[in-house]
Structure formats: C-alpha cells, structure tokens
C-alpha cells in the first residue's frame, strides 16, 4: 500500500487502527498504559480483526483532507519562518493571510469537485463503451441472422421455381388427355348417332306410306267419279 498509495496509506492504517482499538486505548489511564497497549496488544490481533482493519483501510478516502493539511502546513511553516524577522504583524497582514487560507481551501475544494466529476465520468464512458461493444455484438448477430433467413429465402424461392416448371411440363399432357375423347365415349357416340339414324329413316318411310296411301285413296276416288260421270252419260244419251 505504501508503494501505491504513498504516505497516505500511512495515515489510512494510523485512522483504522485508531477507530477499530478506540475502546481500548481510551481505557488506558495514562500516556505509559497507551504506549503499552500500541507495544503488546495491538501488534497481536485475531485474523477477523485484521481483516476488518483492512476493509477499512481500504473504505477510506483521505486525500481532500491531506491536501487542505498539506496547504495548512506550508502556510505555517512559511509563517513561522517569516515571523522571526518582523516584530510585530500587522492585523492587515493576518486578514490578508486568512483571506489566502479561505481561498486556498475553496480551491482545494472544487478541484476535489472537479476530481470526483472526472471519476465518475470516466466511469460513465467505461460504461458506455461496453455498452457499445454489446450493441456491436448485437447487430453483428442480428447480420449472421439475416444473412441465414435471405438465403433461406433464396432457397426456398429456387425451389418454388422448380415445382413450377415441373407443373407447367405436365400441364400440356393432362390438357391432351382430358381433350381426347375415351374409346367407350366415342363408341357410346357413334352407337348414339346410329340410333339417331335409325329413328329418321323409320319417321321417313311412315311420312311415305301415309303420303302413299292418300295419294291411292284420292286416285280411286277420282277414278269412280269419273265412272260415275261416264254412266251419267250414257244413260242420257
């Protein structure tokens, strides 16, 4: 930790240590009993304690408070070397020297603002990147996907073209046959027409023999009138 994180690993493990053994040493009644207690006790604790110590250590984020110290610490050391060359300071000088610790503490402030913005933005851009190396996988699947289903389709597309020249080759052959009359019909044609013929001819020689026997009735019938009329006149004669 000392390696990574520098002094403030040192100062972290200070804070643990002070916080998870707090009851202990406020037990101690003097300045020897502590000092016994930091020498015999705490360099022996349990493996739940020192992981919980580490846990801790790990939770704590004190770098906006070692900065504000750190600034603190320069400006004193500053002042107290300053301090000895001057008799008095003037209160001026104390306001000003105020005012520039104000000032560097909202500084150190909004630059720890600033660091945290910076964080949690680099955080949203991790974020968004993987989002966006999903959203590349994604549509990558969602090619392979449509590549299969096109040729797919092709296929099936080829196949119906196929089915439909079969069709249209035996579409001429079931026209010919369902056209050309069956041999049972022709003969059942033929034998029709043959009765139909038939049927004429004995309604022809009906129509003549009646017309035949007319015509003899109304020959006797003029030939006994004319007899008729030849004896009318030779018995007037």
Known sequence: MIFLQGMEAVF??????????????????????????????????????????????????????????????????????????????????????RSLRRQNMELLEQLQVANNNVTKL????????GTVKHLEARIRDLEDERDALLHSNNCLRH????????????????????????????????????????????MVRQLYDETGHDEADNTSNNSDERIDSDEQTGGGL
Do not use: W
């Open 12 to 97: 972290k493990v200070g804070l643990a240590v002070l916080g998870t053994f707090a009851d202990t040493l406020m037990s101690c009644s003097s300045f020897e009993a502590i000092m016994d207690c930091f020498k015999n006790k705490l360099p022996s604790p349990d493996a739940i304690q020192m992981e919980r110590l580490f846990a801790q250590v790990f939770s704590l984020d004190i770098s906006r408070q070692l900065l504000a110290y750190e600034v603190e610490y320069h400006l004193f050391q500053e002042e107290m070397l300053y301090t000895p060359r001057k008799e008095t300071i003037s209160s001026e000088e104390l306001e000003a020297n």
């Open 122 to 129: 680099e955080a949203s851009v991790t974020s968004y990147q």
């Open 159 to 202: 196949r119906v073209e196929r089915l439909e020249h079969r069709g249209d080759a035996s579409a001429p052959e079931s026209d010919t046959s369902s056209r050309a009359p069956s041999l049972g019909a022709t003969r059942s044609l033929s034998f029709g027409a043959g009765e139909t013929a038939e049927e004429i001819a004995s």
